[in-house]
């Protein structure tokens, strides 16, 4: 049954992340700056987004452990990275904040869904279709894979960590500054891209790659309309020369 529905739910998945790619480039995603109560009654950001983010690691988790394949210590590296990526977005990011602003219902249901799905496919494969011999942690999509994991885990932390210092100065939105946010204007959005490109390496199958789509799916529409309000809200003081996302090119 479970088998089923991995394999009926993985290309309807890539068609549902296209769209939802295409749509949030004409709908801003109405949290954060772009908050407002017109998408359903307005939630506690920090157990909204608790709430929402918390789902992936179950799952992940429930469907990897009663999976019936071997697991070895490479396993447990892509377990632990999918579970450690997310009970930092789901427990110590929101502990961390000390001003946030609130989560429409609809984005914490829309969330929820997401979280699922992607936990389900991931988790299942993991635990029931992969396998890894001992020795691939030497190879070259090992090594590649868990080093741009961790670079894109060091730009995902350290700019959220100048983001954090924003908000706790409770003046309102400001221009970060330092680190990553010398070449964009959303190095966070870049540091998690990176983070699944990297587990995708490592995993190499078909629902990581989904996740890494519908990362970018998620995100870049979204660091393109951060990087434009931005430039809107400090017209003259916004560097010139700094990109959206990615480095020089966009």
Request: glycine residues 6%.
């Amino acid at each position: 049954m479970l088998s089923t529905i991995y394999e009926l739910i993985l290309f309807p998945w890539l068609i549902v992340a296209i769209l939802s790619f295409c749509l949030l480039f004409k709908i801003n995603a109405p949290y954060g700056k772009f908050s407002n109560n017109g998408w359903g009654k307005l939630f506690n950001y920090k157990i909204g987004w608790f709430i929402q983010e918390i789902v992936s690691p179950i799952t992940f988790s429930y469907f990897f452990i009663i999976g019936s394949a071997d697991k070895n210590i490479i396993s447990w590296i892509l377990f632990s990275i999918w579970v450690g990526h997310y009970i930092n977005r789901s427990i110590i990011f929101p502990m961390r904040l000390s001003n946030a602003s609130s989560i429409p219902t609809s984005v914490i249901l829309s969330a929820i869904l997401f979280n699922l799905v992607n936990g389900f496919i991931n988790g299942y494969y993991l635990g029931n279709l992969a396998f890894f011999d001992s020795s691939y942690i030497y190879s070259l999509n090992f090594v590649f894979g868990i080093l741009i994991f961790i670079l894109g885990l060091f730009i995902n932390i350290s700019s959220d960590n100048i983001l954090i210092r924003i908000k706790s100065q409770n003046k309102g939105y400001q221009i970060p500054h330092g680190m990553f946010y010398k070449y964009v204007s959303c190095p966070n959005y870049l540091g998690e891209i990176l983070e699944w490109i990297g587990f995708a390496i490592i995993c190499y199958s078909i629902p990581a790659l989904l996740f890494v789509i519908w990362t970018i799916a998620n995100l870049l529409p979204r660091a393109l309309a951060n990087h434009k309000w931005y430039k809107s809200k400090f017209p003259n003081e916004y560097p010139q020369n700094r990109k959206a996302i990615f480095p020089f090119i966009i």
